[in-house]
C-alpha cells in the first residue's frame, strides 16, 4: 500500500518504490513471502515518479537478447522507467544445458547477477563458481574480464540482472 493505493503482491511481481513514498508491506496469508528489496542511492535533481509502479512479469512479453546466445527474458523496468542509477532490472532465465555468450564490459556501465531460482555455473575470468538462491556477483567494468551463465542441469534457471551506471 502506498498513496492510497493497494496491489497484490505474488510470485513475479516487481515495485517500483519512488524516492520519499511511505508505503507499507503486509502477508495476510498463511504462505511465507520471499522478497528481495534494492535501494538506489537518488542524486539531486532526480526527478522521481509520484506513486508506486508495479509491474507483474507474467504479464510481460518474453524477449531475447541479440548477442547473448540464450537469454530468455522480460524487461521489468528499464530505461524508461524513473530509475536514478540503474538503468534496468529484468528476470532472465537460462534453459537446460545453455549458456550465455562470454563477454566483459567497460565502464561507465555495471552489471549485477544474482540467482533467483535454481543453480548456475558463471564463468567469471578464467574462474568457474557455483552459485545457488540468493548469491550474487557484479562483473569487473574493466573490459578485461569476460563472464557467462551457464546452467549445465536439467531444470531452468532463473536470475535478475541489474544494469547500472550511466544511462545511454
Known sequence: RAGGKSFPLHKGVGVLVPAGLEFTLSNPGDSLLTLYVM???????FK?????????????????????????LR???YRDDPLAR???????????MTMGQPHSHNLPGEEIWF????????LLGKQLRKLTPGMAYKIPPNGTTPHSN?????????????????KK
Open 75 to 77: 524487461v521489468m523496468f
Open 150 to 166: 551457464i546452467n549445465t542441469g536439467d531444470t531452468m534457471v532463473k536470475m535478475f540482472w541489474i544494469g547500472a551506471g550511466e
Open 86 to 96: 540503474m538503468y534496468g532490472l529484468c528476470p532472465v532465465w537460462f534453459a537446460p
Open 48 to 72: 522521481s515518479a509520484r506513486e508506486l509502479i508495479v509491474k507483474d512479469e507474467n504479464t510481460i512479453p518474453v524477449g531475447t537478447t541479440k548477442s547473448h546466445w540464450s537469454h530468455i
Open 39 to 45: 535501494a538506489e542511492p537518488v542524486g539531486e535533481g
Open 115 to 122: 540467482v533467483v531460482e535454481g543453480e548456475i555455473t558463471v
